[in-house]
């Protein structure tokens, strides 16, 4: 085989659909969030404004942060020397999972190197271990999770998303002895909806189920404490498994799971892909407890943040742009095509200073093609309508019919 041939055809394929991917190269700007340098490939920097960040409260350049990392790196150096069984687990690893655990009022926690890890071994760890294992998954979960269900070799049931008559339905059709998981999000991050917490467990305990949730993109933004949906509808009890990430609100990087001391600890003994991973830098486990404490301690950016999103989404709707009506912070802007897509993209960038990456399939399915707007506490409004008239002005340059729609 040509081998340099097939990766040609395979990229090629990818540009004619819409699909290939480019990344712009952003310095991120401490002390000036949502505020980036993106670096052209002839060498010049042109300062941009992010709409896009999954670093939603701004906390990957808070001073608490960025002090707790520093006193780290001083203390204990770059990387934590090997994986948690051979001379990696570190004091602040240790502090950060009581900080996790504490946060979801779980009993214990464990952390990851990601959160597509920490889906991957705990849904790969538990369907496996249990005996004849049923796993029942929404629809819509995200890659991560589908992934640790295909390793677990547990049989997967997949219900309509967001539907608990439609589990209730899977599940009435097994026999009622065998071992079941249900695993699905709470913030599903591409259509921004939230899922019916309340009504799956009722039918996951009707079941005798385990309840498997991932609060990637809510912890840090909902609660009292930032614990997320779970905790603000006041269900985080009936959860057996809450999943979240270190890399989104909190602003650093890793993942991790809560619940039993007992579950935990099976999945710490079993997992390979934690077992065989080095772990988390020292560091970094230091400035994510430092940005839990800091979150759970102020509730006023997540009040600011969630102003801003209702803000922005006001003057889409205002503006006649087809945002979803999500009930979350994610605003996703509908395109419908690809090219159009990357189109508008760049265009908002080289000609307004605007970063919003576009989101094409297979993260979403063909013709559903959008840009994902994340508003932050620290957009301003003067940003948010600097973006609003550049969509129209772009779109309707491109004959995007969702701009010649806009007032």
């Not at 504490?102 to 071994?121: E, M, V």
């Not at 039918?203 to 991932?214: F, G, S």
């Not at 772990?279 to 509730?299: D, F, N, T």
């Not at 006649?320 to 960038?349: F, K, M, N, W, Y």
Request: aromatic share 6%.
């Amino acid at each position: 085989m040509d081998y340099d041939a097939r990766f040609e055809n395979l990229l090629a394929e990818m540009k004619r659909d819409g699909r290939y991917r480019t990344f712009a190269e952003l310095q991120r700007l401490a002390g000036a969030f949502p505020t980036a340098l993106r670096h052209g490939p002839d060498g010049e920097a042109q300062r941009v404004t992010v709409w896009c960040s999954n670093d939603y409260l701004g906390m990957g350049q808070h001073p608490d942060v960025l002090a707790a990392m520093h006193e780290a790196i001083d203390a204990s150096g770059a990387g934590s020397g090997g994986t948690r069984n051979i001379s990696g687990t570190n004091r602040e690893h240790v502090a950060l999972e009581a900080e996790l655990a504490d946060l979801h009022s779980k009993q214990a926690a464990l952390i990851f190197t990601s959160g597509w890890i920490s889906n991957l071994a705990a849904l790969g760890t538990l369907g496996r271990v249990l005996p004849d294992c049923a796993i029942f998954s929404d629809a819509l979960n995200h890659n991560s999770m589908i992934e640790g269900i295909r390793r677990s070799g547990a049989e997967r049931f997949i219900f309509r998303h967001n539907d608990a008559a439609h589990l209730d339905e899977l599940m009435s059709s097994i026999d009622p002895d065998r071992p079941k998981i249900v695993a699905f999000e709470s913030v599903y991050s591409m259509d921004g909806d939230i899922a019916p917490i309340g009504a799956i467990c009722d039918v996951a305990e009707k079941h005798n189920a385990i309840t498997y949730l991932d609060e990637v993109h809510a912890v840090g933004l909902y609660g009292p404490r930032g614990g997320g949906i779970a905790e603000r509808d006041g269900l985080a009890h009936r959860l057996t498994v809450i999943e979240g990430t270190l890399a989104k609100s909190f602003g650093v990087m890793g993942g991790y799971i809560t619940g039993s001391t007992q579950l935990i600890d099976v999945v710490r003994s079993l997992a390979d892909s934690f077992i065989f991973t080095t772990s988390l830098a020292p560091h970094l486990a230091a400035g994510a407890r430092a940005a839990i404490q800091h979150v759970k301690a102020h509730p006023q950016l997540r009040a600011r943040q969630a102003a801003n999103v209702a803000q922005l989404k006001a003057m889409l709707i205002a503006a006649g742009l087809p945002v979803l009506d999500t009930p979350s912070h994610i605003l996703p802007v509908i395109i419908g095509d690809a090219h159009l897509c990357r189109q508008i993209s760049e265009r908002l960038l080289s000609e307004h200073a605007i970063y919003v990456q576009p989101i094409n399939y297979p993260t979403v399915a063909r013709g559903q093609e959008r840009l994902r707007l994340t508003p932050t506490p620290y957009h301003t409004e003067a940003d948010m309508r600097t973006l609003v008239d550049a969509l129209v002005a772009v779109g309707r340059d491109l004959g995007w019919s969702g701009a010649r729609q806009a007032a």
